[in-house]
């Protein structure tokens, strides 16, 4: 059955966001410059959109814009298809993350200096806000993580979490499209920076070792799941 221009339209606006191609926190087009690019009319648009709305996945700010809502994969199962860092799979990468960064946390919070911790509660804070106004924190996450790698001064762990830092780069790309977990990684950072800020190295090590357990185990049923459905 051909589909109509209505569910057509949605349909394209979802594949736009699942592609990248409206990115999350990013200001949609208006109506009328969708209209003219998709050639359907102002109404299809309207009442497209109102229905991704509905579904959560973007936002209509009356007076300011529409915006792609900061988890809009929740329209997709993101780990449908597991991408690859080379040959070395997101599961792999966050298995090596747990072994390291809770160490790193911990030791963070033994013997940073002041300044250091004081930045590293800026960024913490600074995350916050963009996942509030929807924007991306990519670069905060990193610096985030390096600084802690930074005032843990363990020049052997530094040395291991340099040498994959590049997959460290791609695998936050990938794990912050996950469902929540811009927001999870948000309020985690605030917890890891607080505990590191008490000196508190247990705490720290838990937060770290908690933060990145929550990007895993999902990924890991998903990969046990689709093992079954292969299997049978």
């Known amino acids: ?41 102002i109404t299809t648009v309207r009442e497209a959109l109102r229905i991704l709305e509905n579904e959560g996945i973007i936002s209509i700010e009356h007076g300011r814009g529409m915006y792609v809502r900061n988890d809009p994969l929740l329209l997709k199962d993101p780990t449908a298809e597991l991408k690859e860092l080379g040959d070395i799979s997101l599961i792999s990468l966050l298995e090596a993350r747990l072994l390291l960064e809770p160490r790193l946390a911990a030791l963070c919070a033994e013997r940073a200096a002041d300044h250091e911790i004081k930045k590293l509660r800026q960024l913490a804070d600074r ?64 917890l890891i920076a607080i505990a590191i800020e008490e000196r508190n190295s247990e705490q720290a090590y838990l937060l770290m070792k908690s933060h990145i357990e929550q990007m895993l185990e999902p990924l890991k049923k998903a990969k046990e799941a689709q093992g079954e459905i292969d299997r049978n």
């Open 1 to 41: 059955m051909k589909k109509t221009a209505f569910q057509s339209t949605i349909d394209k606006f979802k594949q736009m966001i699942i592609d990248g191609t409206w990115a999350a926190g990013e200001r949609i087009p208006t109506l009328q410059q969708l209209s003219k690019e998709l050639s359907v009319s």
């Open 127 to 190: 995350m916050i806000v963009q996942m509030e106004k929807g924007g991306s924190f990519l670069e905060t996450d990193l610096e985030f993580h390096q600084m802690i790698v930074a005032g843990a001064r363990e020049p052997v762990l530094s040395r291991m979490n340099e040498a994959i830092l590049p997959l460290l780069q791609e695998g936050r790309r990938q794990t912050n499209t996950l469902p929540n977990m811009r927001t999870k990684s948000s309020n985690y950072h605030i």
